[in-house]
């Protein structure tokens, strides 16, 4: 039977690299296993995703659909991640909202946006600087000194990419799964895309939205369809994007307008677009030899 812990912890104040400070960040993680001295492994969860890693106890913290067992298949008992091995730990990221401080959470007084006491869009402004740093402090009151590895997907892999960076004694080894080390110019302007999408919504009403009132609706729809398109593989984007083809190709031609006032551009001959058969001199193509 695997151990297994969920608990939220209090780290203090922090200061996140945006310059702005918070007077305690919580941190909700779980933690599967048993601590040895060297055997902590590190999953960092993607965007979407929870410290509710696998399906290993009664360990509910208001996780559904892709957030909850994320990883169920890869992380347990005789699993690619055995826990009766190793010490796997899973920390919410700050900015998240199943249970570390974000825009969801309590504010003090004076600091929160709208009436409902809430940071919303006021929490400050979090990188994946300060998950790595929220998580180093969260091990530091677990006892961990050293992680056995470090292992995260998509931006989570940016996450553990982010501990070699910033604490390379403190790190065996590092799984970056299906991620990078930056966002290229073309993906931070479709989150750019995505983001004006959700502010447009009649409903954004800056930020405040609750769950006690109007959810934002109308912009799901197209921010999660840039956000697919950017996250997935080519073959989901081909199979669900990809232009619709007739069986058979059509031939099809046109006689362009003759050109106007003397115009020294002129085309008399109809432009099919069909592909002229290979000349009967054969191929002129260069063979490869081996």
Request: aromatic share 6%.
């Amino acid at each position: 039977m695997t151990q297994v812990t969920a608990e939220t912890v209090s780290l203090g104040e922090f200061t996140f690299e945006c310059g702005e400070t918070i007077p305690d960040l919580q941190i909700a993680y779980e933690a599967y296993g048993e601590f040895d001295g060297e055997n902590a492994v590190l999953v960092c969860h993607a965007l979407t995703g929870s410290q509710n890693v696998a399906e290993l106890g009664d360990t509910e913290s208001g996780q559904d659909g892709q957030a909850a067992a994320w990883w169920h298949e890869i992380v347990g008992p005789g699993k690619a991640i055995d826990t009766d091995d190793y010490y796997v730990v899973c920390a919410n990221v700050p900015g998240s909202c199943y249970g570390s401080s974000g825009p969801a959470s309590p504010a003090p007084e004076g600091r929160g946006a709208g009436d409902h006491g809430r940071w919303g869009p006021a929490f400050p402004a979090v990188t994946v600087g300060d998950w790595t740093r929220a998580q180093r402090r969260l091990l530091d009151v677990l006892g961990v000194d050293r992680l056995r590895a470090v292992v995260g997907g998509s931006v989570g892999g940016m996450n553990a990419l982010e501990w070699v960076a910033r604490y390379p004694e403190d790190v065996e080894l590092v799984a970056p799964i299906a991620s990078a080390p930056r966002l290229d110019t073309q993906c931070l302007g479709l989150d750019a895309v995505a983001r004006r999408a959700i502010r447009s919504d009649a409903n954004w009403n800056g930020g405040t939205t609750t769950t006690a009132s109007r959810h934002v609706t109308d912009s799901r729809w197209p921010a999660s369809s840039v956000t697919s398109c950017t996250s997935r593989r080519s073959r989901w984007t081909e199979s669900s994007a990809a232009r619709r083809q007739t069986a058979t190709p059509r031939a099809t031609s046109f006689r362009p307008t003759p050109p106007a006032n003397g115009s020294p551009i002129a085309m008399s001959s109809p432009i099919s677009t069909t592909r002229p058969p290979p000349s009967s001199g054969g191929s002129t193509r260069t063979p490869i030899s081996t």
